[in-house]
């Protein structure tokens, strides 16, 4: 990504700051390498709640926090949903159903569902979607509902 940030100076959409090694990294999903290195060494697991940024601890919804019971990890429960992309609120409802009621037969659910995501990623353009993040989608629902 590069810097690039507008008059204002806050960083321009993600769209506007990838670059072509960035996107062809996202879409083939080696941007995902460096996490091995923190499964291997314990720190995340291989199926769990992917790592979200600490700014949007503010807007999750009370039983979305059931996500922070268990680990991190590479392979998130919404992998077993057939929609490539999913709204933050079926995201974080997996999330917090996985966290609620772990299970081996959950694990090898989603660990096999892998295979159809990569086969799917290539047919629905993946790496070019970039959706908006959580904290400006909650910040406009609850603007809305006041």
């Known amino acids: 990504m590069r810097e690039d940030k507008d008059s204002d100076g806050k960083y321009l959409p993600e769209e506007l700051r990838i670059t ?11 941007d995902e390498l460096p996490e091995l290195i923190n499964i291997i060494f314990g720190a995340m697991s291989v199926i769990g709640p992917r790592p979200l940024p600490p700014i949007y601890d503010h807007y999750y919804h009370e039983h979305e926090r059931a996500r922070f019971n268990v680990r991190s990890g590479l392979i998130p429960p919404d992998s077993i949903d057939k929609e490539p992309i999913l709204s933050w609120d079926r995201q974080l409802a997996y999330e917090a159903e996985y966290a609620t009621n772990l299970s081996l037969k959950i694990d090898l659910r989603i660990f ?9 990623r290539k047919q629905s353009g993946y790496g070019g979607i970039i959706r908006i993040p959580l904290n400006e989608e909650r910040k406009t629902i609850r603007n809305t509902e006041d």
Request: hydrophobic letters at 50%.
């Open 20 to 30: 072509r090694l960035g996107r062809f990294l996202r879409s083939t999903s080696l």
């Open 112 to 120: 096999f569902s892998v295979i159809r995501i990569l086969m799917r």
